[in-house]
């Protein structure tokens, strides 16, 4: 009989130790890798930006555009690795140059709370209109946006 009821309370201990697993990990915040004093040449980005957040928006700019680092950046062979201050390359300026435009279309037209940090607000982002390609077709981008204010207009 023992026996029996150790087969069944395993299941209820290991679902307790496993529920307090997940709840001491919800409770723990993980700490972001600081600001390393290694980013060069940011230009519209945060000087003192932590390396998770810098990787964070990269990712976003690869996954929005569907590339890799070497778009934008150049590769310095002499060092086998990837250069990220040179401006070698136009696509950064360009990217420069589209990340001020998403600020500044977020900040006027989505800072509803007036924030003092409107350069946090992403409601229109490269993916908004890039959807994975590297050179958005703007007459589809506007045809899809149509479509879905028209669906909108519908609905309220």
Known sequence: MSNFLNKNKMP????????ITC?????????????TGGHKNLQVLP???????LDM???????????KCSFCHVRNE??????????????????RHMLR?????NARYFNFDSSTRADTI??????TCHRGTQH??????????????????KQN
């Open 136 to 153: 958005p077709d703007p007459e589809s981008v506007a045809s899809d946006m149509q479509a879905k204010q028209a669906a909108w207009k």
């Open 101 to 105: 435009m998403t600020m500044d279309i």
């Open 78 to 95: 002499a060092e086998q690795k990837m250069d990220f201050a040179s401006d070698e390359k136009p696509e950064k300026e360009i990217a």
């Open 122 to 127: 992403s409601v229109v982002t490269c993916a």
């Open 12 to 19: 209820v201990v290991l679902f307790i130790i496993t529920a």
């Open 23 to 35: 709840i001491g990990s919800a409770f723990t915040t993980t700490q972001s890798k600081p600001y």
């Open 47 to 53: 000087k003192d930006i932590s390396d998770d957040s």
């Open 57 to 67: 928006i990269m990712d976003g700019f690869k996954a929005a555009l569907n590339v």
